[in-house]
């Protein structure tokens, strides 16, 4: 058995109920479109779909899925979702599912690509390892697909083939209240220096200038929204095509770079800017914080503007890349695959499943998805004015993938270097209890040879 293993982003899902009034929510949460009535010319299929709790995709997913029903009268699509992503109870359905079939379409938040350079079952996530088995149907050759961004398709492939639909990118950059920078006379940064001069203008006024929570077991938050876009700024650039992955991968550099090394000076540095008792504040109440106004800025992915918008739909909300270098063209935002549709092999309505990934990707309908839930497309082309695009403004949709900055993580590496102990150290860092260079030391050390 291959159990889930916990993405990076997956602490940025919300876990609530949601239904609709044109549809049946069962206590199991089933999601039944219609009724499965025959057509003149196909006999009635249930299409089964599974998904995690994410009340702004499953209230938009919801209404799609109507709209396939009443356009494919004789399909009838039961949406199912359960809580976690991908572990806890969406976990142990998204298992089963592959295990007996018990699916046609399930969802992942974890990309194909990059894979390690040795894959196997014990260093790859479940997507790829299931996409390296045979578990999914391959795409590839759906005239669908010419929708799709040739990065989305990049990352979703695995010898030649597509499995997977990425339905978009969140971005990780720094967010900020353009009330309290127009009444302090700030305007957004470029470069690391100009960061810190706000930073000491805005704690000198008595306003705490960066909000983080990383209480309630999401320390990665720490290593997410500061680490690696500092990463990104300082280091990548010194790489190979800016692939640091890849660099780390194939031991072509070493933890031990004066890159990394600045890196987590200026983030020590960065969280003496932070809310007081940043390590006990919880992750699920940052969206709330910025839109009470707790701080002028707050360090997110962009999935959580949707619920600042909810909470206070008057704010102005502005956003820049996280300025780590003092070189400006170097700072640039982070995007991260976010939520995969995929075909299993073993289902039996392969053809209905194909039917409902064209209708997802077409413009009309994806363009319903993005400005419900405020990701970024992965399509090209298409116009959006919902919250989330106005607050990204000229960065929507652009940045540097995560995927190229951080490598995975593997629970086979040495102690430091695995998903749940690499952030503590980052910790370290920014309390002053272990040096730059000691940390450094410490990851190298634990790291694969080869």
């Keep these: 058995m291959n159990f889930i293993k916990l993405s990076r982003r997956a602490r940025g899902i919300k876990v609530a109920a949601v239904g609709l009034a044109a549809v049946s929510l069962t206590t199991a949460g089933i999601v039944s479109v219609g009724a499965a009535s025959a057509s003149a010319t196909a006999a009635p299929v249930t299409l089964r779909i599974i998904n995690w709790v994410n009340p702004p995709a499953n209230a938009v997913l919801t209404k799609i899925n109507a709209e396939f029903h009443k356009k494919y009268p004789n399909i009838t699509v039961q949406y199912q979702t359960a809580a976690g992503s991908p572990v806890g109870a969406y976990g142990t359905l998204l298992q089963t599912a ?52 040739s990065s989305a398709l990049a990352t979703e492939t695995y010898n030649g083939n597509v499995y997977g639909v990425l339905s978009g990118e969140y971005q990780w950059v720094v967010f900020y209240n353009k009330a309290d920078f127009a009444k302090y006379h700030l305007s957004p940064p470029k470069t690391y220096a100009q960061f810190v001069t706000i930073l000491k203008t805005l704690k000198k006024n008595k306003v705490t200038p960066i909000w983080l929570g990383l209480g309630g077991g999401a320390p990665g938050y720490a290593q997410e929204f500061l680490t690696e876009p500092l990463m990104q700024d300082l280091w990548a650039p010194h790489v190979a095509n800016g692939n640091l992955t890849a660099a780390l991968d194939s031991n072509t550099v070493k933890w ?52 600042i918008q909810k909470a206070n739909p008057k704010i102005q909300v502005g956003s820049f890349p996280f300025p780590g270098s003092n070189v400006a063209s170097q700072n640039k935002p982070l995007v991260a695959d976010d939520l995969t ?15 409902w990934m064209s209708f997802f990707t077409s413009k009309s309908i994806y363009a319903q998805y993005v400005n419900a839930t405020g990701i970024s497309p992965s399509e090209s082309g298409g116009t959006y004015s919902n919250f989330t695009s106005k607050a990204l403004g000229p960065i929507f949709g652009v940045g540097a993938n995560t995927a190229e900055i951080f490598p995975p993580l593997a629970a086979t590496n040495g102690f430091w270097d695995t998903d749940t102990n690499f952030p503590t150290l980052q910790l370290a860092i920014m309390d002053g209890s272990k040096t730059p260079a000691e940390v450094a030391a410490d990851y190298q050390a634990d790291w694969p040879k080869s």
């Excluded at 040795?118 to 299931?130: H, K, L, V």
């Excluded at 092999?345 to 209905?352: D, H, L, M, T, V």
């Design 98 to 149: 592959v295990d007996s079939n018990t699916a046609d379409i399930v969802t992942m938040n974890f990309p194909i690509q990059p894979l390690p350079s040795n894959p196997t079952q014990a260093n790859e996530n479940n997507y790829q390892y299931w996409t390296t088995s045979g578990v999914f149907s391959s795409l590839t050759g759906q005239p669908w697909l010419k929708n799709l961004t």
């Design 256 to 307: 031990t770079s004066p890159y990394f090394l600045t890196a987590m000076s200026e983030e020590k540095t960065i969280a003496k800017y932070l809310e007081p008792n940043y390590t006990g504040e919880p992750w699920e109440g940052m969206p709330g914080a910025f839109a009470s106004n707790k701080a002028a800025m707050l360090l997110d992915g962009s999935w959580d503007l949707p619920s």
């Design 341 to 355: 549709f995929a075909i299993l092999k073993g289902s039996p309505n392969q053809a209905a499943a194909e039917e």
